[in-house]
DNA sequence: AATACGGGAATTGTCTAACAAGTACACAAG
DNA sequence: CTTGTGTACTTGTTAGACAATTCCCGTATT
C-alpha cells in the first residue's frame, strides 16, 4: 500500500476540509453552500468548487436539487433509521461470521476500552472510538466493497451525531457495557444471540435518535 | 412523486449512454475512454465529458488513476466473489424478512415464470429477469439506502455478465428451478433454510464466474 | 544483449471568462 | 386571496489555455 501523501487533487482536499467542518458541526445541516461561495473561501475556480460538492452530494452529506443552492443534508427521523438499519444489517452478518471463528477483533477490543475512560467526557469524544468499534466488525468481512459501502454509510452516520449536537442520548457507560457484552457473545460462539445483541444495539440507538430527530 | 422526465442534464444523458453501451458490450472491458474522445463522440465539451466519466468510475464502470485515460472496469475474479459476497448478505438479509412474513413478492414470481418461457433463448436474455428477480426481494426491506446500495451492485453485477459474453455458466433451468425452490421456501417460512438457499444460489453462480473470470 | 536514462507526445488537472437556462422570490394586478 | 410577471441569483455548459504528470520509445551505457 502507498503512503498516503496529503494532496493529491485540489477537489480532494476541499472535499475532505468541507467532510471536516460539517462533521465538526462548524457547518450546520440546512447550511447553503453555494459554488461561488466555496470557490471564494478556498480561493479557486468555480468549476473545481461545483467538482467538490458534487462529490459531497453523491456521498449524501450535501443535497441539491437542480439549479438551486447545495446544502448540508438535514436528515429526517426516517432517514435516521434507514441508515441505522442499512448498517445493522453489514454489522449483523460480520457479528455472525466473527462469532463462528470465535474470534474477536483487536481493533474493536481496544476502541471500546477507549470508550470506558472516557466515562465523564463530552458526548462528542466517544463518537470516534464508537465507530472504530463498529467498523472493526465490518472489517472481518475482509470484502472490500462492502467495506467501501459501510465507510459511506459511516459519513452519514457521523452526519447524524451533528444533529443532535450535544444532546445526550445514551450513557457512555451503557454503550460500553452494551458492546462489551456483544465481544462476549463473539468470543463464546453465540452467532445468532450476538447478531440480536448487535440489533437491539442499533435498534435502541436508532430509537433515540430518531425521537431527537422528530422533536426538532 | 413528480413524473420523471427523459433528460435533465447533458451530463447525466451521457452517463446514461455510456451505461448502456457498457452494459450491451459495445464497449468491453478494457476499452479506452478518454476524455476528449468521449467529448467528440457526443459534441459536447470536454468538462461535460469529464463530469461524466467521473460519474462512472465513483460507480465503479469505469477505472482511472490520475492523469491516466479511463478505462472500462476489467474485473478479476476476486472482484466477483467480493461482489457476490456483498449482494448475498443484503439479499439473505431480505430473504429472511420475506420468509418471516410468509410474503413471496408478486415481481419476484414474475420475473421467475419469464426466465422459464426463455428456457431456449440466448444467455444474454435471462440477464434482464434475473436482475429483476433478486431486486424485487431486495425491495421488500423498503430501504431507500439498501436499495440505493443494491442498485450500485447491479451495476458491477452487470459488468460482470459483460466479461463473460455468451458463455452458458449456468443452465436457464437450473437458475429457475433455484429460484422456484427459494420461493417456495420463503412461503413456507423456511427463514434459515432460505437465507441458506439464496447463499448457495449466488455462492455457486459466484464460483463459476470467478472460474471463467480466472480462464481469460 | 539487457538495462538505465532522458526526451517528447499525449492525457489529465485546473483556471479564467463568458453565456445560457432554470428557479425562487417579491411585487403587482385581477 | 389567487394569479401572473419580472427580476435577481444560482447553476449548467461551453470555449480556450496552460501546467503537471504519465507513458512510451529511442538512445546510450554497462
Redesign the pocket.
Known amino acids: 500500500m502507498a503512503a498516503r501523501l496529503g494532496v493529491?487533487?485540489?477537489?480532494?482536499?476541499i472535499v475532505k476540509s468541507l467532510r471536516a467542518r460539517i462533521f465538526s458541526g462548524e457547518l450546520a445541516p440546512g447550511t447553503?453552500?453555494?459554488?461561488?461561495?466555496v470557490a471564494a473561501h478556498y480561493?479557486?475556480?468555480?468549476?473545481?468548487?461545483?467538482?467538490a460538492?458534487?462529490n459531497l452530494v453523491a456521498s449524501g452529506l450535501l443535497t441539491?436539487?437542480?439549479?438551486?443552492?447545495?446544502r448540508v443534508t438535514l436528515l429526517s427521523s426516517r432517514d435516521a433509521r434507514d441508515i441505522y438499519r442499512t448498517r445493522a444489517i453489514i454489522e449483523a452478518e460480520a457479528v455472525r461470521l466473527l462469532a463462528s471463528k470465535r474470534q474477536v477483533p483487536a481493533a474493536a477490543r481496544d476502541a471500546n476500552a477507549e470508550i470506558t475512560t472516557l466515562a465523564d467526557a463530552s458526548p462528542i469524544d466517544i463518537i470516534d472510538p464508537d465507530i472504530r468499534f463498529h467498523a472493526a466488525l465490518v472489517q472481518a468481512l475482509e470484502s472490500q466493497r462492502t467495506s467501501a459501502i459501510y465507510a459511506q454509510l459511516t459519513d452519514e452516520i457521523r452526519l447524524c451525531m451533528t444533529h443532535v449536537q450535544d444532546a445526550t442520548l445514551l450513557s457512555t457507560q451503557d454503550i460500553a457495557a452494551e458492546h462489551a457484552r456483544l465481544l462476549q457473545l463473539i468470543s463464546e460462539g453465540e452467532a445468532a444471540k450476538a447478531a440480536k445483541a448487535l440489533e437491539e444495539h442499533l435498534q435502541t440507538a436508532s430509537s433515540k435518535l430518531a425521537e431527537h430527530l422528530e422533536s426538532l
Do not use: M
Open positions: 493529491v487533487s485540489v477537489v480532494q482536499a447553503p453552500l453555494g459554488e461561488v461561495d480561493e479557486v475556480a468555480r468549476p473545481t468548487a461545483k467538482a460538492l458534487e441539491r436539487n437542480a439549479h438551486q443552492t447545495a
